[in-house]
């Protein structure tokens, strides 16, 4: 018994080698009913380092992200995270790992009922008891400013545009200083424009903090500006991970029609 419950505490003992990856998935599988939505994912992020996850709608890309975050559990597959596999965890232990990862959904990016300053101080009344109500307050604005929105603390979600929107969500994202960062598909829905405004601000945000980010999207323009390496999904498969040239000289037919049409 001891020794078994040694072994299985050294199991749950992050790794502490710097060079580790810090995002390590694989052989991930899910299944909703009879649908196999994801047949075995393997993937894997490094501190510093963006990873695009491509594909067409409905190819399970959230739910990919949703896993990650512990919000939906695989049939089978294992999720580290500096080493420690998050699959089948306790929800306290979960609720630990989470404030590592800042995240950004595809929808209701923010709660519509509370200001741009509260969406993003939301984190911190949740997690950060320690920081006093000031202190909180010139957190959010340091927040805000950071992805240029330091002017529109009082505002509202519905009055401010959806680019806009996206940088406080970032913002929030931020928030606990996570060493993780996923974002599900920050540029949908937006004009050209604002869409590479949101890319340079990834960039700019990525470079500031060396997270270790995964960013989905459908938007290969966007994928190549912002990621190091890229993952084409297919059928619930990684079709190719690589660069972007990677992808150009690829001979996959899947591949190459992607390209083509995006
Ligand atoms: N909670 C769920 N229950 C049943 N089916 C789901 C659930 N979540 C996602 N799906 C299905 O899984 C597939 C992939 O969804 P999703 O990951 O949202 O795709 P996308 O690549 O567009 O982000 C879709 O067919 C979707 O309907
Ligand atoms: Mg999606």
Do not use: C, W
């Amino acid at each position: 018994m001891a020794i078994a419950y040694d072994i299985a505490m050294k199991e749950a003992e992050p790794e502490l080698d710097g060079s580790a990856p810090v995002v390590v998935a694989e052989d991930l599988r899910k299944t909703f009913g009879s649908h196999n939505v994801l047949n075995g994912i393997n993937l894997s992020v490094n501190r510093g380092e963006t990873l695009a996850v491509l594909g067409r709608s409905g190819t399970g890309k959230s739910v990919l992200l949703r896993l990650i975050i512990g919000l939906e559990t695989p049939d089978s597959g294992s999720i580290r995270i500096h080493g420690q596999n998050i699959v089948g965890l306790a929800l306290d232990r979960m609720g630990e790992i989470r404030k590592k990862m800042g995240f950004l959904f595809q929808h209701a990016a923010l709660y519509d009922s509370l200001t741009v300053a509260e969406n993003v101080a939301f984190p911190l009344v949740h997690h950060r008891k320690d920081m006093s109500g000031s202190e909180r307050g010139e957190r959010v604005k340091q927040l805000l400013a950071e992805v240029g929105m330091e002017g529109n603390l009082a505002k509202m979600p519905s009055d401010i545009s959806g680019g806009m929107q996206k940088r406080v969500g970032l913002a929030r994202a931020l928030a606990l200083e996570p060493e993780i960062l996923l974002l599900d598909e920050p540029t949908a829905g937006l004009d050209p424009i604002s869409s590479g405004e949101i890319d340079d601000l990834i960039l700019k945000l990525q470079r500031e903090r060396q997270m270790a980010s995964i960013v989905v999207t459908h938007d290969l323009h966007s994928a190549r500006t912002i990621a190091n390496s890229l993952a084409l999904l297919d059928q619930g498969n990684v079709v190719i991970e690589g660069t972007f040239e990677d992808l150009q000289e690829s001979g996959i037919g899947f591949v190459k029609e992607f390209l083509k049409q995006s």
